[in-house]
């Protein structure tokens, strides 16, 4: 332990980033910027080819500082689960999806691991970040590690430390977002709390990795029940004629006890519409239902189909049926300003919208092309947004308030505009319809 500890103070421990994508990539930077020599992994090799020539392939990060890392000889991005074996800590950074059946799927994090046991050697720490239910960490990736007969807690170490990451989030990133640590034993916590201090500014350990582990589904599961709340008295107050997001900048003045979350088109991304049930898999198992879980999954994944019904409505107040219209959606990705289409609600608002016979264009400045997904094919490309675009629109639909569109062109050219992100209340007296949804 000591030599680790002695590598990690002298910046001369390497570091191995496994799974480059959201999480993994940023984190790469984090330790190279903090001045280790890194190790970038990924089964994807046309990811690794393009770390290779300095391409950025995930561009909410920038550019200029993944042609910066290509040119470092601190950096060595690579495919050949050999290379592993120089690494004195492993970061595993790989998906945590869920099945078909909506239970947890850890095949990328078995796989991961049992590709680091191959390699496996005294004095490496690996640390997983995938978020997963509790017990994650002891249960499923340390027998696996055990198998290769070292001793956990002497001869290799065992934390896990959960990615906050939020990409497009402008003025935070891996280095200022306060990290937590839970060891799967004392040794354990302490290599990985001295590494992760190494590059990020605040580390805070805990006590155990399954606190660590429960902590990060806590932070998601309060979102995803807080989002269902809000989305649930969002037709409530229209009902009576309140604008919500008024009401939620009201109580946002109250300086504690509040926090605002706003209703939207559904849920979206890698983390809020799935992370709250691998929770409700694990409770199961331990006899226990989780009720505000399942009733915040079952409001959220509601939302497309309410505003799709908003659309039907609002076209039929303008004497057009959905079959037949054409509409135009505003935003692909799930939030603003970053090209994550993955879980976004578009998706199923446009193949919902699609499958009644609307006819579909978009426009996502960060997503030229509707790309392959398990669930939704649509071959549609990005359309411009010009007056003529707009204007020949039966209905254009806001699902995403990106920042770089020309909201007052919408409301000066289109018809009908249904808005699921109150993104046209800052457009004064604008000539189109708008419909809330
Ligand atoms: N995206 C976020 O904002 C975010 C935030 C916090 C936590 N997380 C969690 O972090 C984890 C990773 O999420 P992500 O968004 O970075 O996923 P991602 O899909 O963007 O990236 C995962 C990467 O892992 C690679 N991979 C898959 N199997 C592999 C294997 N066996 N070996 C090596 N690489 C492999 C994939 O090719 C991909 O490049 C998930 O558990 C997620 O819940 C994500």
């Avoid at 392959?372 to 039966?394: E, F």
Wanted: contains cysteine.
């Amino acid at each position: 332990m000591n030599e680790l500890l002695a590598k990690i103070a002298s910046k001369t421990a390497t570091v191995a980033v496994v799974g480059l994508g959201y999480v993994g990539l940023p984190t790469v930077r984090a330790f190279h910027d903090a001045g280790f020599r890194v190790i970038g992994f990924d089964i994807d090799q046309t990811k690794i080819d393009k770390l290779r020539r300095g391409e950025a392939y995930l561009k909410h990060l920038g550019t200029d500082w993944v042609r910066a890392l290509a040119g470092s000889s601190r950096f060595q991005p690579t495919s050949a689960p050999a290379d592993l074996a120089a690494a004195d800590a492993i970061i595993l950074c790989v998906p945590t999806p869920l099945g078909e059946h909506r239970e947890p799927d850890l095949s990328f994090v078995e796989k991961s691991t049992e590709m680091v046991a191959s390699t496996l050697r005294r004095g490496q720490l690996i640390i997983l970040t995938s978020t997963s239910y509790p017990g994650t960490t002891r249960g499923v990736c340390k027998p696996i590690l055990d198998r290769r007969g070292l001793a956990c807690g002497t001869d290799y170490f065992l934390a896990f430390s959960p990615e906050r990451e939020d990409p497009g989030r402008p003025g935070v990133q891996t280095r200022t977002i306060p990290r937590l640590v839970g060891g799967v034993d004392e040794p354990s916590a302490r290599v990985a709390e001295a590494l992760l201090a190494a590059a990020v500014e605040r580390v805070i350990p805990v006590d155990s990795a399954e606190i660590a582990e429960s902590a990060k589904l806590l932070e998601n599961i309060y979102r995803a029940v807080n989002i269902a709340l809000v989305n649930e008295l969002k037709p409530v107050l229209a009902a009576m004629g309140i604008d919500i997001w008024k009401v939620i900048d009201a109580a946002a003045t109250k300086p504690f006890g509040f926090q605002p979350f706003y209703p939207g088109p559904g849920l979206g991304g890698h983390c809020i519409p799935i992370d709250p049930f691998y929770l409700t898999w694990r409770a199961r198992e331990f006899g226990h239902v989780t009720r505000f879980i399942e009733l915040a999954g079952e409001i959220n994944s509601r939302m497309p189909h309410q505003v799709v019904d908003a659309v039907a409505r609002a076209l039929d107040e303008s004497g057009k049926t959905v079959k037949g219209a054409s509409v135009l959606v505003i935003g692909l990705a799930y939030k603003p300003d970053i090209d994550d289409i993955r879980e976004s609600p578009a998706a199923e608002i446009i193949t919902l919208l699609a499958g009644m016979g609307a006819r579909i264009a978009y426009h996502d400045p960060h997503i030229p092309r509707f790309p392959r997904m398990r669930k939704y094919q649509h071959d549609l490309c990005s359309v411009d947004l010009t007056q003529q675009n707009i204007a020949a629109a039966d209905c254009v639909v806001i699902v995403t308030n990106h920042s770089g569109v020309d909201y007052v062109l919408l409301g000066e050219h289109a018809r009908l505009i249904v808005d699921t992100r109150n993104a046209m209340s800052a457009v004064k007296n604008p000539r189109a319809r708008i419909v809330r949804a």
